[in-house]
């Protein structure tokens, strides 16, 4: 394969590489819309969304990968697209229309994800004020059942007849 063959199949792979990217970012802003309906509940599922905090983290590092083998295939091929734009003007647009897409998801989820992030400062905030509930009751119960008792002693008590 010549030269030209191969940095056509580069740029192929590059537009791959951006109808990828924008799939995974479809899918996680599907997965930050969910955790988004978690963190709306009045109580939630602290298992389902440690589940979505995984499944975010692979898609992250998928989208890492895809970056990564899109930067390496355009360093490889950027002197022949600059030096010959016509040849490979509908590739360029192709990615130019997919790299608006991307960056309008990006915004997106960055969006919600900033909701999301307020959220559960909150959710945090309300769990952190039933702990500290739970304690001071737990507390204030210890400190009753000791001072009653120490009230039921036979000198203290109103009702007690030693006559009998």
Same mark, same amino acid.
């Given at each position: 394969m010549d030269n030209q063959g191969q940095d056509r199949v580069y740029v192929t792979m590059m537009v791959d590489s951006l109808k990828k990217k924008e799939k995974v970012l479809n899918r996680l802003l599907s997965i930050t819309e969910?955790?988004? *309906?978690? $963190?709306?509940? =009045? /109580?939630?599922? @602290?298992?389902?969304? *440690?589940? $979505?905090?995984? =499944? /975010?983290?692979? @898609?992250i590092v998928e989208l890492n990968e895809l970056d990564g083998g899109f930067d390496g295939l355009f360093k490889l091929v950027k002197k022949q697209i600059e030096s010959d734009r016509?040849?490979?003007?509908e590739e360029?647009?192709?990615?130019?229309?997919?790299?608006a897409?991307?960056?309008?998801?990006?915004?997106?989820?960055?969006?919600?994800?900033?909701?999301?992030?307020?959220r559960f400062k909150?959710?945090?905030g309300r769990e952190k004020d039933m702990i500290r509930?739970?304690?001071?009751?737990?507390?204030?119960?210890?400190?009753y059942y000791q001072n009653?008792?120490?009230?039921?002693?036979?000198?203290?008590?109103?009702?007690?007849?030693?006559?009998?």
């Open positions: 969910k955790q988004r *309906d978690l $963190l709306k509940e =009045e /109580k939630m599922d @602290a298992d389902a969304f *440690d589940g $979505l905090l995984m =499944e /975010k983290e692979r @898609a016509e040849q490979y003007r360029i647009q192709q990615m130019q229309q997919l790299i897409v991307l960056s309008e998801l990006d915004v997106s989820i960055r969006s919600l994800e900033s909701q999301n992030n307020e909150k959710f945090l509930n739970y304690h001071i009751n737990n507390r204030t119960a210890t400190t009653m008792a120490n009230v039921h002693r036979k000198e203290n008590s109103y009702f007690f007849n030693e006559k009998k």
